[in-house]
């Protein structure tokens, strides 16, 4: 029998669950309790260092060590940054200005051709993630989000239809196999259809990170009249599953159309096309004059506005963050209450960044890679910390809804400031890629999530007030938003080098 599940339950599709969320309030809750009571002496790395330490039995002095230090640098880095946009703003600089100058500045060394290639890449993947959320908004009318959180799902579904497809062709079988792309609840990922008869098969792919994740997948739907393809080193215990419980479910990890028979893949195999795709097939093949370099660094800058006006338009995060904390009468944490009145906020991001590392390495928040770098995660903390700042502000009638919204922008451009630092000279290397599945939705909802949650703990009518103030900042940041995405759109981007990079990967596939 399927496991039920409490109908107010936010399900995994939409990125964390009630149950991890409450996970990371408690942890939240417990160290920042362990933050206010150490030693003055004690400082923030060193805190952290033995955070890691307690709570990550896995994790080694050295990793322990070199985490905190990483977290405590990325958050002095984007302060850093935060405050020079910000000044910069008063000089009539548009943020997209200085983060060119910016990336310019952080360049010294490199190779203008090294240089250039490492800021398409960038560019591409934010123009990418900027497209994944703009798809997304527009199939919700109310900025909660519905979709994969994995990108390597997407590949997957793709790989095994086109290969099925080719397949057939080389046979000469007159079969179209296709990607249907509708997202409605129990709808079909791909569609085999015979091109001579008009008869079809219906297919739906289910990757999760091993056999009992992919289980819980396919227990959540009804597939009925659904063959259901699954990664190669799962399949024999996800067909053991359900037949032990008297399934009749048709559980393979390839398409067999009329005999023309897909490629099978493991879930590794995904994960390594994904890796191909985002690194290999962003990496442009000309040479790159100042001009281009300076246009390029300006795009990504307009990237970074697009994706913070999608963010604000996102309200998984805070729904989640609203219902974890219904009904429940919450104290104001001073600590928390300050920072999000005053702005003295390093110890909060801290407490956050050293939460959210905690959560992500054990696994609770389970959609971020255990991977990810510390920095990035500081990153990610930082931003749910000053938008929450931002939205209280905006909520007490101190920051017009524009203003605010323009300075989310300038708070997400502080951050690809940072990315970039991490970045510069590691074009192929895990500091370029180790922040890619992060940005775009999966930021969208953590920081919205994260940010949600500290306001509750600055007390209860702090809370609200917030989650009152980002549900219409929302509203109002879904237009502008559509037209930051449309202007990205028209500006046109060079992107057949990159699909024929991705077409060189996927043909090593076959080889």
């Known amino acids: 029998m399927e496991e039920k599940k409490n109908s107010n339950e936010v399900t995994s599709a939409e990125y964390i669950s009630e149950r991890e969320a ?117 199939r919700s009318t109310d900025g909660n989000i519905k979709m994969s959180p994995n990108l390597d799902g997407n590949i997957a579904e793709n790989m095994i239809a086109k290969t099925t497809e080719l397949s057939g062709f080389s046979q000469g079988k007159n079969i179209k196999v296709e990607v249907r792309d509708v997202f409605t609840e129990n709808s079909v990922d791909v569609r085999a259809i015979n091109l001579d008869t008009g008869k079809y098969q219906n297919y739906q792919l289910k990757f999760g990170k091993d056999a009992k994740a992919t289980i819980d997948l396919i227990e959540r739907g009804n597939y009925n009249n659904q063959q259901i393809i699954v990664p190669s080193e799962q399949l024999e215990e996800v067909k053991a599953h359900f037949k032990a419980k008297g399934s009749s479910k048709t559980i393979t990890n390839h398409i067999d159309a009329w005999g023309a028979k897909g490629k099978k893949f ?81 110890s909060v991001k801290v407490v956050t960044a050293g939460t959210l590392q905690v959560a992500i390495r054990k696994g609770i928040i389970s959609f971020i890679p255990k991977a990810t770098p510390a920095g990035v995660i500081a990153y990610i903390a930082c931003v749910g910390i000053e938008n929450v700042k931002i939205l209280a502000k905006i909520a007490s009638g101190e920051l017009s809804m524009t203003k605010g919204l323009d300075q989310m922008g300038r708070v997400t451009t502080s951050m690809v400031g940072g990315l970039w630092g991490m970045a510069k000279g590691a074009a192929l290397g895990a500091k370029l890629t180790g922040w890619i599945p992060v940005v775009g939705a999966p930021l969208a909802v953590v920081t919205g999530f994260i940010g949600g949650m500290v306001g509750y703990f600055g007390g209860s009518k702090i809370g609200d007030t917030i989650y009152n103030a980002g549900k219409k900042v929302a509203s109002a940041a879904r237009s502008v938003a559509k037209a930051a995405v449309n202007g990205l759109k028209s500006a046109g981007r060079a992107i057949s080098t990159g699909i024929s990079k991705v077409g060189s990967a996927i043909g090593r596939l076959f080889s």
């Open 22 to 138: 409450k996970t990371v309030k408690e942890l939240f809750k417990k160290y920042l309790k362990s933050y206010k009571e150490k030693d003055v002496s004690v400082t923030d790395k060193e805190w952290l260092e033995q955070l890691f330490k307690t709570e990550l039995s896995e994790v080694t002095d050295e990793e322990a060590k070199q985490d905190a230090e990483e977290i405590v640098e990325s958050i002095k880095v984007f302060n850093s940054n935060l405050q020079s946009v910000n000044e910069a703003a008063t000089r009539g600089i548009s943020k997209e200005s200085w983060l060119a100058d910016k990336m310019q500045e952080a360049s010294v060394g490199m190779a203008v051709n090294e240089y250039g290639e490492v800021l398409q890449s960038m560019d591409n993947i934010l123009y990418q993630k900027n497209m994944e959320l703009a798809d997304a908004l527009q």
């Open 266 to 346: 493991t879930k590794e195999d995904m994960k390594e096309l994904q890796v191909a795709a985002q690194e290999d097939g962003i990496m442009p093949s000309m040479d790159y004059s100042h001009y281009q370099t300076k246009d390029l660094a300006m795009s990504i800058g307009k990237n970074a506005g697009a994706m913070a006006l999608q963010a604000a338009a996102v309200t998984t995060g805070l729904n989640v963050a609203s219902k974890i904390f219904n009904g429940e009468k919450v104290d104001a944490d001073e600590i928390v209450e300050i920072a999000i009145k005053t702005g003295a906020d390093t």
